[in-house]
């Protein structure tokens, strides 16, 4: 019995799989790297994957399950850049779990329901992204709000803080936590040239007489590549928990201009 292979189908099917895994991955992670870099990773491995089968390897299945592996590990290097051996296996899991799923749910509708080969592709995709949302709801439980009192040279401000464990803003030579702020929240405990530094800051201007209690860092959003902001190294914050009052001394608060919540339910972000 002999069959058909389109080398082109094939070829389009792995890239569009590869493509939106990796975008799957950075749903899981957060992470907002550049589609460019992960359209031209997906389609390399794609190109690796039509390599195999052109030299029939698929005839060997433990060869195939090694170069299948292979593969999709040099893709997640190749998209999200070498970050140790660690992160290296957890990606290339999870790359193999969310493959598995589109992948059988693809040829299920395409085999058995006869659909249309756009239709199941699309279908078949769309299972993974419903397990994500999952997770998203199961993480958004895991997000918590405290009443949040803020301590500045004797001066104090009550706020509600948001828990969020998608915070991993870092202090990049410290490496000391951040959290996030909204500008409206921390000026009431600023004298007033504070508040105009600050102002020219967060308006990327130069003060000719900085004050040295602001610092900087990077950061990247939903929307914006990158950035920085100005860093407040507040003398203490106190989170009232359910059943506990946590003291924290000499924490650093990234200041942002916009609110960091649209319906104003908090104002500032905690990190973890």
């Known amino acids: 019995m002999s069959y058909e292979f389109y080398l082109d189908i094939y070829f389009l099917e792995n890239l569009v799989m590869n ?12 992470k907002h790297p550049s589609r460019i870099r992960f359209l031209l990773t997906a389609a390399v491995g ?5 390599l195999m089968m052109t030299h029939r390897v698929y005839k060997v299945q433990w060869m195939m399950a090694i170069v299948c592996m292979a593969v999709e590990a040099g893709m997640t290097v190749a998209a ?5 051996w660690k992160k290296l296996m ?3 899991v999870i790359f193999r779990l969310l493959s598995l799923l589109a992948e059988g749910s693809w040829q299920i509708l395409r085999d058995y329901f006869h659909m249309p080969f756009p239709y199941s592709m699309a279908a078949g995709i ?8 999952k997770v998203r709801t199961r993480e958004k439980k895991e997000q ?8 500045f040279h004797g001066r104090r401000k009550q706020i509600t803080a948001l828990w969020d464990s998608g915070n991993q803003l870092r202090q990049p030579l410290t490496g000391r936590p951040v959290h996030i702020i909204e500008l409206e929240a921390v000026q009431p405990l600023l004298e007033k040239e504070e508040r105009r530094e600050l102002m020219r800051l967060l308006e990327m201007q130069t003060v000719e007489y900085p004050s040295g209690m ?17 860093v407040l190294k507040l003398d203490e914050i106190r989170v009232e928990k359910e059943n506990e009052t946590v003291d924290t001394p000499e924490v650093l608060a990234a200041v942002s201009k916009e609110a960091v919540s649209r319906s104003g339910a908090y104002q500032m972000i905690l990190h973890p």
């Open 19 to 30: 493509y939106t895994v990796l975008r799957m991955i950075t749903i899981v992670e957060k």
């Open 46 to 50: 794609s190109m690796a994957m039509c």
């Open 80 to 84: 999200f850049r070498w970050q140790g």
């Open 90 to 92: 957890y990606r290339a």
């Open 126 to 133: 769309l299972l993974p992204f419903f397990v994500l949302l």
């Open 144 to 151: 918590f709000l405290y009443p949040v009192t803020v301590v």
């Open 214 to 230: 602001f610092s900087f860092v990077p950061y990247q959003s939903i929307g914006k590549k990158h950035g920085i902001l100005p």
